[in-house]
C-alpha cells in the first residue's frame, strides 16, 4: 500500500491507513477510535513497492521504535487482514521458516515482525502513522523516514486506544464489534 510521506490527510480522517474506520480492540471492549480534535494526522512509512528515501536512521531512534513494537505499542488493523513488504523478492523472504513476517536484526537480537498494525506516534498536534513493518523497511531496505517522525519518536509519544476519542457505538457492518 502506497501512502506519500507527511501527506495532507483531511481532517476527521481515522487514524487507520484506511479512508474508513476500523474495529479497534480496547482492554476486552471493540470500537471505532478517532483522534481528538485539532491533531492532525501524517502517513510515514506506507512504500508501496518503492522506497522514497534512503539513508541510514538514529540508533537511538530505532532503539525506540523497536521497543514500542516489543511492547505491543501498534494498533490493530482490525479485520484489514496481513501485509506483505512489496518490496522483498518473494515469499522466500516474507515466509523464513514457514513462519509470517520478516525477522530484524538489531544490537545482537532478533525480532520477527508481523505485516499487521500500526503505530501512531504524537509529537505536539501531529500524530505520525506509520506500519508496525516500517522497522523491516528501515533494516532492510535502507529506508529514512522523514525527519519529522524521527523527532516525534524520539520526543513524542506513542498513542494507545485511551488516547483516542471511542465509540463503541459506530462499529462496520462484518466487523467483530457488529
Known sequence: MFIPDLATLPPGRPPSPYPFPLPLKSADRWGVGSLPDGLTLLPVG??????????????????????????????????????????????????????????IKWRDREQRLYGHGHYLVRHGLSVFMAPSLILHYILDHSYRPPDQFIQAVMHGSFLGPADLNWDESSPREGDPAA
Not at 58 to 69: C, G, R, S, T, V
Not at 73 to 96: I, K, N, Q, R, V
Open 46 to 103: 506506507w512504500l508501496g513497492a518503492s522506497v522514497p528515501e534512503s539513508g541510514s536512521a538514529p540508533e537511538e531512534f530505532i532503539d525506540k521504535l523497536l521497543a514500542a513494537y516489543v511492547a505491543k505499542s501498534t494498533f490493530t488493523d482490525g479485520t484489514a487482514g496481513w501485509h506483505d513488504c512489496e518490496l522483498c523478492p518473494g515469499a522466500e523472504a516474507w515466509y523464513p521458516g514457514g513462519q509470517v513476517g520478516p525477522i
